[in-house]
């Protein structure tokens, strides 16, 4: 599989902002879809947003029009700007990369999650 590097989350009061970012390590890669995912205490892991290979982007109507989702190619990176935070938005958020990557011989498939940032919005 393929470690992610995730990276920016912390406290912050209602109505700030934060960026998220996350890339895999290595240098080849092809991917598919990618996007974060958030989970609190006691609740399943549920979707914040993705982007696909084309760049059409998807996002969770609590987040609509507050988070944006935007990539860096040449850096293989993904970043989850997050405006207008509320109480709410509070939990650990996950990257999710789905793709291929190459080993050396070919290409593999891998379907990989980072280790969590967390995110606390709190006055």
């Known amino acids: 599989q393929v470690q992610l590097v995730e990276s920016g989350g912390g406290l912050v009061q209602p109505g700030g902002s934060l960026r998220l970012s996350c890339a895999p390590v290595?240098?080849?890669?092809?991917?598919?879809?990618r996007g974060w995912y958030r989970q609190t205490p006691g609740n399943q892991r549920e979707l914040v947003a993705t982007i696909s290979n084309d760049g059409s982007t998807n996002y969770a109507d609590p987040v609509k029009g507050r988070f944006t989702l935007s990539r860096d190619n040449a850096r293989n990176t993904v970043y989850l700007q997050m405006s207008s935070l509320k109480p709410e938005d509070t939990g650990a958020y996950y990257c999710?990369?789905?793709?291929?990557?190459?080993?050396?011989?070919?290409?593999?498939?891998?379907?990989?999650w980072g280790q969590g940032t967390q995110v606390t919005v709190s006055s």
């Open positions: 999710n990369l789905k793709g291929e990557f190459w080993n050396g011989n070919g290409w593999t498939q891998f379907d990989s």
């Open positions: 290595g240098r080849s890669f092809m991917f598919g879809i």
